[in-house]
């Protein structure tokens, strides 16, 4: 922050395993966005390290964490982050085209995708065509449509209305189950911390509580 130094994390000792279905909470400026980055390889702690699926993230070259969040991982960005020249069609088969997936499996994963969201009749629309809530589906499904062994997902639902939110949460929810994909939340969303099986509470960087939920 200017010559000065900000210290949006500190003390933190978490792990997460495969197939969780985990909330980050916290209120604004907590650090949770700067937790999923740093889990996501998009930033690096100054201090104390960071290993995702195995790997040292400070030994991760630009090449390798880059190979890394294209294969392993999706991204819900709080600001979507969509490509705007680009249709919804398009932004949501980015990850694949990557992945030097095939024309025609890559058209039915886009098309799965769009279904699981809801948008199957905007495929031509590009993003200045949307709406907010509309928007946050496109970057939804393109953090999905590879099927991620994690997903990071920073308020998924905050442009999106009840209906929505609770369609699109038991669409994670599934491949969750089906796939024993990893979801992580950066959340203030009720019906998201409805759904969730572990909550970590943030509070001015540091774990205020994690808690397990008995969903049986
Ligand atoms: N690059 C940066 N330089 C300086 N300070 C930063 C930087 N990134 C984040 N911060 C600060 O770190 C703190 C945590 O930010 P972060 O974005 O992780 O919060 P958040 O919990 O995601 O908040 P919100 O709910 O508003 O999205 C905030 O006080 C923020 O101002
Ligand atoms: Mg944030």
Redesign the pocket.
Known sequence: ?GSGK?T??NGIDLTFGKGEFTGII????????????IIGTLDVPSEGSALILGQSVANLTPASSAALRKSKLGFIF?SYNLFQVHTVFENVEFPLLLQGIETAKRRQMVLDALEWVGLTDKIKSRPAQLSGGESQRVAIARAMVKRPAVVLA??PTANLDAANSHNILQTMEKLNRELQTTFLF?T?DEKVISYVRRKIF?FD?KVARDEIIDKN
């Not at 650090?31 to 980055?37: F, P, Q, R």
Request: hydrophobic share 35%; aromatic share 4%; charged share 15%.
């Open positions: 922050m900000f949006a994390l916290g209120p604004s400026g907590s650090g949770k966005t700067t937790l999923l980055n709080q920073d308020e950066a203030h943030l960087g």
